[in-house]
């Protein structure tokens, strides 16, 4: 079952999420005589946390249905799954068909590496049903990018492919949003770096990465690279693939990342976004628009553009 961070009444809390509703998870922790240690944060409940088998036994409770303790969705405040990573780490051109649609030519795995970039984790994320704001300083080119997002669960060095899968504690849904002609300094000298750099700035904008709804633990036996993926806009489609057109699996991005920099624990990787952004198609956010960007098993991070 997946798990979800909620605010509710001024305090935030730790749930199971279902797409009709929340269950906090400390009613039912009393209910079955649990004591759990104060806090809100998913990892201790999460593969490789020190109450994951508490949880597991909880979540046992709730097979026969419905609790006196459930939340509708809308009486509840999301908040992101994880709120202070140390690290916030994104994927460019990972699925073959978003690099083709850019106007690049895709590469086997074996010739080439995964392109790592960042952003700063305390201003671009945003919690689902918060807004996603246009900036003022270049507003007509904000575009979408509907990514698996994979939360860190063990300290990790120098881990193989075979074993990365062992430090992952779950997964979850990051909508990377990108400006796609940021271009400080109209009337500036060009230099030969000016294109990289006005792409990643273009990354960094506020609430330019929402993150949730919920967490799905990254279970033994669970395979990340066969989940749907679907970006809506206004409801019409968008994006629709697989994380199995990953050039690069989540396994690979672990060991590549692992290899250069130790992964802690609540560290986030976005795994890159597949074809069907706007900019393929000339069609970019605008105030009013609504943002669904959903995998399947997970659940729909929704925000409206402001």
Same mark, same amino acid.
């Given at each position: 079952?997946?798990?979800?961070?909620?605010?509710?009444d001024?305090?935030?809390?730790?749930g199971?999420?279902?797409?009709h509703?929340?269950t906090?998870l400390r009613?039912v922790a009393?209910a079955?005589?649990?004591?759990?240690?104060d806090?809100?944060?998913?990892l201790?409940?999460?593969?490789?946390?020190? &109450?994951?088998?508490?949880?597991? +036994?909880l979540?046992q409770?709730l097979?026969d249905g419905?609790? #006196?303790?459930?939340?509708? *969705? /809308?009486?509840?405040r999301?908040?992101?799954?994880h709120?202070?990573?140390?690290k916030?780490l994104l994927?460019a051109?990972?699925?073959?068909?978003?690099?083709?649609?850019g106007g690049g030519?895709?590469e086997?795995r074996s010739?080439?590496?995964?392109y790592v970039?960042?952003k700063?984790?305390s201003?671009?994320l945003?919690?689902p049903?918060?807004?996603?704001r246009?900036p003022?300083?270049?507003?007509?080119?904000?575009d979408?990018e509907?990514?698996?997002?994979?939360?860190?669960g063990?300290?990790?060095?120098?881990?193989t492919?075979?074993?990365?899968?062992d430090?992952?504690?779950?997964?979850t849904?990051?909508?990377d949003?990108s400006d796609r002609?940021?271009?400080?300094?109209?009337?500036r000298?060009?230099?030969?770096k000016?294109?990289?750099?006005?792409w &990643?700035?273009?990354?960094?904008? +506020?609430s330019?990465c929402p993150?949730?709804?919920a967490v799905? #633990?990254?279970e033994?036996? *669970? /395979?990340?690279?066969?989940?749907?993926?679907?970006?809506?806009?206004?409801?019409?489609?968008e994006q629709?693939?697989?994380?199995?057109?990953?050039?690069?699996p989540?396994?690979a991005?672990?060991?590549?990342i692992?290899?250069i920099v130790?992964?802690?624990?609540?560290d986030?990787?976005?795994?890159?976004?597949?074809?069907?952004?706007g900019?393929?198609?000339?069609r970019?956010l605008k105030p009013?628009?609504q943002?669904?960007?959903?995998?399947?098993?997970?659940?729909v991070l929704?925000?409206p553009?402001?």
């Amino acid at each position: 079952m997946r798990l979800c961070r909620y605010e509710q009444d001024g305090a935030t809390r730790v749930g199971f999420f279902q797409d009709h509703g929340v269950t906090p998870l400390r009613e039912v922790a009393a209910a079955q005589q649990v004591d759990l240690p104060d806090g809100d944060s998913l990892l201790p409940f999460l593969p490789g946390g020190a &109450l994951r088998d508490s949880v597991v +036994d909880l979540e046992q409770s709730l097979a026969d249905g419905p609790t #006196p303790f459930d939340l509708p *969705l /809308d009486s509840v405040r999301l908040k992101v799954p994880h709120a202070t990573p140390g690290k916030l780490l994104l994927l460019a051109g990972n699925y073959s068909k978003h690099i083709e649609e850019g106007g690049g030519r895709a590469e086997e795995r074996s010739r080439t590496f995964p392109y790592v970039f960042m952003k700063p984790p305390s201003t671009t994320l945003t919690h689902p049903g918060d807004p996603v704001r246009i900036p003022a300083c270049s507003p007509d080119h904000i575009d979408w990018e509907l990514e698996l997002g994979v939360i860190i669960g063990r300290t990790c060095r120098d881990v193989t492919e075979a074993q990365a899968l062992d430090y992952v504690a779950g997964f979850t849904v990051v909508n990377d949003i990108s400006d796609r002609q940021f271009r400080p300094n109209p009337e500036r000298a060009e230099r030969e770096k000016d294109g990289f750099f006005d792409w &990643l700035h273009g990354k960094w904008h +506020d609430s330019f990465c929402p993150l949730g709804p919920a967490v799905l #633990p990254a279970e033994p036996g *669970l /395979d990340p690279q066969t989940l749907g993926l679907q970006l809506r806009v206004n409801g019409q489609i968008e994006q629709d693939a697989s994380t199995a057109d990953m050039v690069f699996p989540v396994a690979a991005i672990v060991e590549f990342i692992s290899g250069i920099v130790t992964l802690e624990p609540g560290d986030i990787i976005s795994t890159g976004t597949p074809a069907g952004v706007g900019a393929a198609k000339g069609r970019f956010l605008k105030p009013g628009d609504q943002l669904e960007a959903e995998i399947a098993g997970i659940g729909v991070l929704r925000n409206p553009v402001v």
